[in-house]
């Protein structure tokens, strides 16, 4: 290396460099070399590399992304939107609640258990970075088919990381999904979300502001794992047929994560951060360009100070590297001592590697020597915007045209029961305890609702028992027959079921899983969900506080299902009056609020009976969810309804069983007027749940369904050990329960 890199770089303009082999377009690397005015430095095109691909910058999606911000107004519980690392809702009483979904689909296929523990150890510091303390994650989880041999490979590793992980920091996994499709197969999305809790006064952002004052990384030491990691893994196809980039997936460490959490939250307490930022993807080329170019100055960075596990490792290795459990934080000068004190205390490794200039320059340097010299902006929010094409594809209109309507359905009584049976036991309908018993739901006792529940729900006030609850919901077989559509009933399910937990929604954050942007019809899906999303928050009034795009989620030419995951997060004001989902008393009436209608396409019906996709997903009305939401929160709050589920995959029947094997109770139910069987049981219609009212609170809650316009059919009543449609079959609750829970384990053994 010369005695000044950078001025070497002016010197020897025509030197190759690997800029393709670091993922960037031959476009890309003139641009950085016309934004320089020279051609990089190695550590300067290894930031460029990591900080413009498709996972940190957006720049696929950043186009379609807007609207979240322009077109859904921000509610007067927002207090910190898009941009941040999470977003910031009030709840009222002072304190505010930070929350996020992130991906790590591709480090979860080929090293399945530090793929999925690192995907929690970087959402919980996101969360963490805001000034929060974690106090619940979720995952959304998708695996190829449930029979498939390497979904025995897969799955376990990502529920064994997801639990390790997350038990290890003492935090409840309260909710999340679990979903089988083949399409997935080659490429399984491994969604992770956090929530925290603060003071309005404690939140903290991602800005390097004041000349002189310190950058101070701590946490772990950096090393080899991870480099170029999730940045650049996440933004290529796999291809079996060529060699791709596959870089080292990270490896985490939770029980250094959980120091590292104690440490900075008594940091926070202290007030003696500036500025803080996490180190996820990309590490520190992300942590110090976006410190730096979110505030007011330069950065002068000594590179050679960072702490090292392996003292081989480049400074373009140092700077790509993204080791977990680490974060910087911009402290001034007279706070500095005090910083080193409490790491120390709780052996957390803390080092001053930079100061904040006055300058306009991220500068870098390598025992003296520069090897950076950028303007942060360029590196952290400048980055490539395309305007990819986009086309509908020429075989929806054929997709959408092969009607599940015209299925054969079954014929009598002993049919319907007999694929009632296969529903409930298909992967996807079945039970899930094997995989939610292995992580720890109840940790820190403030965990009043969890899988399988609608929602998750934890308690944030001793006192006054205010708590939050959250959802995360998503259908990629909606979403492939329309995408528009789909977004929105992902939205709308999410939103359902955070209100039948009694909980009021608040925002939302997403997690855009697609197949590859240079493919013109998956960037039509992807225009089509965001639009839809956006569409859909306006009319509820959900702001979007912030979320991930997850693209090249694909095997070659293959790609998966588009698949939108929304999280609604909810506020209760004490969650004693929460809802589950148990008909835990014999003589509750049973109401299905809501119309029923003959719609079939991407249901779990056809699905499980007929291996079928095609024609139109259920229609969505939003006005009528914001109206069903409000009727049972209500009911919730005022002891009119003892339990509700909402009624989406599976339909009515998926719904009923659930209730009853939780609370222990069967059901009689009787088909209303207007309505067969059939479409009864099995139809998955929008806009509906089902609710246990109380026999002495039925004309309270009738009287308040009718005078709000929203349709209220009594179907039947709590009562002995089956499910019990009348004058169609029978099923008891021993059978039921084999059925239900035995699917699962049996794929797994």
């Known amino acids: 290396m010369s005695l000044d890199t950078v001025k070497h770089a002016s010197e020897t303009p025509d030197t190759e460099q690997p800029w393709k082999e670091l993922g960037l377009k031959e476009d890309e690397y003139a641009r950085i070399r016309e934004i320089l005015g020279r051609r990089p430095t190695g ?70 258990y530090q793929g999925a523990a690192t995907g929690v150890g970087g959402i919980v510091r996101d969360i963490l970075a805001m000034g929060a303390r974690p106090v619940a994650v979720v995952d959304p989880l998708r695996f190829g088919a449930a029979d498939h041999p390497d979904t025995k490979r897969v799955l376990p590793g990502v529920v064994a990381g997801i639990g390790g992980y997350g038990n290890c920091l003492g935090l409840p996994n309260i909710g999340g999904e679990v979903v089988f499709d083949e399409c997935y197969q080659g490429n399984p999305l491994v969604n992770a979300g956090c929530i925290g809790v603060m003071k309005h006064e404690d939140i903290h952002l991602a800005k390097a502001s004041g000349p002189g004052n310190k950058v101070i990384l701590y946490g772990a030491r950096t090393g080899g794992d991870g480099i170029g990691g999730v940045s650049v893994l996440a933004s290529e196809t796999f291809d079996d047929t060529k060699p791709t980039k596959r870089p080292a997936v990270q490896v985490g460490d939770p029980f250094q994560e959980k120091l590292l959490i104690e440490c900075t939250l008594e940091i926070f307490k202290e007030k003696l951060v500036a500025g803080i930022q996490d180190l996820g993807g990309a590490g520190l080329s992300c942590a110090t360009s976006e410190l730096a170019s979110a505030g007011s100055g330069g950065m002068h960075v000594d590179l050679d ?54 300058g306009e320059r991220l500068e870098i340097f390598w025992h003296g020597e520069q090897i950076v010299d950028v303007p942060p902006r ?33 014929q009598n009584g002993e049919e319907l029961k007999d694929q009632v049976l296969k529903l409930v036991s298909s992967p996807n309908q079945a039970s899930k305890s094997w995989i939610t018993d292995q992580y720890d739901r109840f940790v820190q006792g403030n965990t009043v609702l969890a899988q ?40 709308a399910e999410a939103y359902r079921n955070v209100a039948a937990s009694g909980a009021k929604p608040l925002a939302i954050s997403d997690c855009l899983n697609f197949g590859s942007p240079e493919d013109p019809a998956v960037m039509w899906q992807f225009a089509e969900a965001t639009r839809g999303l956006a569409d859909g928050c306006l009319q509820l009034g959900t702001p979007v506080t912030g979320g991930n795009v997850s693209l090249y989620n694909q095997t070659g030419e293959v790609a998966i299902h588009p698949t939108p995951v929304v999280a609604v997060l909810g506020v209760i004001d004490d969650v004693n009056r929460r809802t589950p989902i148990a008909f835990a008393e014999e003589g509750q009436l049973l109401y299905l609020l809501g119309d029923t209608r003959a719609e079939f396409g991407g249901s779990a019906w056809s699905e499980v009976i007929h291996q079928h996709l095609g024609g139109l997903p259920p229609a969505v009305d939003l006005d009528r969810e914001k109206l069903l939401g409000e009727i049972l929160i209500s009911a919730s709050r005022d002891g009119m309804i003892d339990a509700a589920h909402d009624l989406s995959d599976g339909g009515l029947v998926q719904a ?35 609710v246990a009212v109380p026999r002495s609170e039925e004309l309270r809650f009738t009287d308040m369904c009718g005078a709000r316009g929203l349709p209220a059919t009594r179907i039947g009543v709590v009562d002995g050990d089956a499910v019990d449609v009348q004058g169609e079959f029978a099923l008891s609750l021993a059978e039921l329960r084999t059925a239900h829970e035995a699917t699962i384990p049996a794929l797994l053994a």
């Open 305 to 358: 100070r960072v702490h090292l596990r392996d003292a081989t490792l480049s400074p373009e290795e140092i700077l790509m590297s993204e080791s977990q459990e680490r974060m910087c934080a911009i402290v001034e000068p007279q706070h500095v001592d005090r910083f080193l004190e409490i790491c120390e205390k709780w052996d957390v490794i803390a080092v001053v590697i930079g100061e904040v200039t006055d």
């Open 656 to 690: 009923v069983v659930e209730s009853c094997l939780r609370g222990g109770n069967g059901a009689r139910l009787v088909v209303p007027e207007g309505l067969d069987a059939f479409t009864f049981l099995f139809s998955e219609s929008a806009g509906r749940a089902v």
């Open 43 to 112: 550590a300067e095109l290894a930031m460029y590399s990591v900080m413009w691909s498709e996972h940190c910058s957006y720049k696929s999606s950043k186009v379609h992304l807007k609207q979240f911000g322009e077109k859904v107004p921000q509610n007067d519980a927002m207090l910190v939107g898009i941009g941040e690392n999470a977003g910031v809702v009030d709840v009222g009483q002072g304190y505010a609640v930070t929350f996020k979904v992130e991906s790590h689909n591709h480090p979860s296929y080929i090293e399945p």
């Open 378 to 410: 360029t590196v952290a929010h400048e980055g490539p915007v395309y305007h990819r094409p986009f086309a509908r594809p020429e075989w929806q209109d054929a997709l959408q045209a092969d009607d599940a309507g015209k299925l054969p359905r079954p």
């Open 452 to 491: 399988p529940e609608d929602a998750g729900m934890v308690r944030i006030d001793e006192e006054t028992n205010l708590g939050v609850a959250m959802a995360t919901d998503g259908n990629g077989r909606y979403a492939k027959l329309d995408p528009y559509t789909g977004a929105q009933l992902a939205l």
